[in-house]
């Protein structure tokens, strides 16, 4: 018998995580909020296995096969037996802290991971009765793509959990990093700086976007300019987290230029919402 990993929450990072599981051979017990973020999850997952087949990383057979490993959810009693509970729910602290406390008191001896970007994990560890069986794992988007988890360990968190984490993570192809919980962890305390100074230099037009977009990716081998990337990310999943840093530790390269605020404020988000640095059509970066 398969080794089962309940995960909780239905949004991008959800549907990724669940997807990497299930196609890693995990069977998969999906917990979501109610009846239709279900069926938008189910929704998800199956268009993103989709583009998976077509991107050659697997056959349709392994996505049937994936797809048979999956079970949903909306009751907490149906993650209890789990190997871990991977929380990937929106991020806010209430949220996420009232979900990990009723994930708790089915958790059993499984381990318990928050993907969170940029909220402490000490601060959620609040939600648990056993701190030491609880870290995050901070997986990338797009989670079937990106080969990183930050395994962010708390001053609680036991070598067992650790261990377990690191051992889900390396099963599904993924290398974890161990890094000790701190506001933004390491790759956003990297990430929000380059992608603000970027928007700083276009506000001071010393350049267009898309030549410093196309400079990061020329010159420095990025995959995408800082831009594209922040229309990736979402303006608004940029801001948040650069506010949580900011609030955390005062310091002011995590302070958002105006130009994102205003965009933000005028709800051009990026990709999702058809507008942001770009626009798009149907998914396309267009004029
Ligand atoms: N399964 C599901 N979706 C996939 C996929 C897969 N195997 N492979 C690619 N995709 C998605 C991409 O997300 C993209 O989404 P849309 O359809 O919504 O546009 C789409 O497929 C198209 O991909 P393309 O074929 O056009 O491009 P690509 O495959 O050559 O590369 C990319 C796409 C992987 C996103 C690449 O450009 C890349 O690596 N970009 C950088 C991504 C990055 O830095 N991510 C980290 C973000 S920061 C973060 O996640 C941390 C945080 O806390 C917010």
């Known amino acids: 018998m398969s080794t089962r990993i309940s995960v909780i929450g239905m949004g991008t990072m959800g549907v990724g995580i669940a997807q990497i599981l299930i196609a890693s051979g995990y069977e998969v017990m999906w917990l979501g909020h109610n009846k239709n973020s279900v069926e938008a999850g189910l929704a998800g997952i199956d268009a993103s296995l989709h583009k998976a087949v077509k991107k050659g990383m697997m056959t349709e057979q392994k996505m049937t096969d994936a797809k048979g490993m999956l079970s949903t959810t909306t009751e907490?009693?149906?993650?209890?037996?789990?190997?871990?509970?991977?929380?990937?729910v929106k991020e806010s602290v209430d949220v996420k802290i009232?979900?990990?406390?009723?994930?708790?008191?089915?958790?059993?001896?499984?381990?318990?991971?928050?993907?969170?970007?940029?909220?402490?994990?000490?601060?959620?560890?609040?939600?648990?009765e056993d701190k030491g069986a609880f870290l995050?794992?901070?997986?990338?988007?797009?989670?079937?793509?990106?080969?990183?988890?930050?395994?962010?360990?708390?001053?609680?968190?036991?070598?067992?959990?650790?261990?377990?984490?690191r051992s889900i993570a390396n099963a599904c192809g993924k290398t974890a990093v161990r890094v000790n919980d701190y506001?933004?962890?390491?790759?956003?305390?990297?990430?929000?700086?380059?992608?603000?100074?970027?928007?700083?230099?276009?506000?001071r037009n010393v350049a267009e976007k898309e030549g410093i977009d196309t400079i990061a990716r020329l010159g420095l081998n990025h995959p995408m300019g800082p831009f594209e990337l922040a229309d990736f990310i979402g303006l608004d999943v940029c801001k948040e987290m650069a506010d949580s840093i900011y609030d955390a530790t005062k310091d002011e390269r995590f302070k958002t230029p105006d130009s994102i605020k205003g965009m933000v404020a005028a709800g051009k988000?990026?990709?999702?919402?058809?507008?942001?640095?770009?626009?798009?059509?149907?998914?396309?970066?267009?004029a």
């Open 269 to 286: 988000l990026g990709r999702k919402t058809g507008e942001g640095f770009y626009i798009y059509k149907e998914g396309r970066q267009g």
């Open 136 to 165: 995050g794992m901070h997986f990338f988007n797009p989670a079937p793509v990106m080969k990183l988890v930050e395994l962010v360990v708390t001053e609680h968190t036991s070598e067992e959990a650790e261990g377990r984490a």
């Open 183 to 203: 506001p933004g962890f390491i790759a956003n305390n990297i990430l929000i700086p380059m992608l603000y100074e970027a928007a700083i230099l276009l506000e």
């Open 76 to 88: 907490y009693k149906d993650i209890e037996g789990s190997e871990a509970i991977i929380e990937a």
């Open 98 to 128: 009232d979900v990990l406390r009723s994930a708790d008191r089915h958790r059993g001896h499984s381990v318990i991971a928050t993907n969170t970007s940029s909220i402490s994990i000490t601060r959620l560890s609040e939600a648990l």
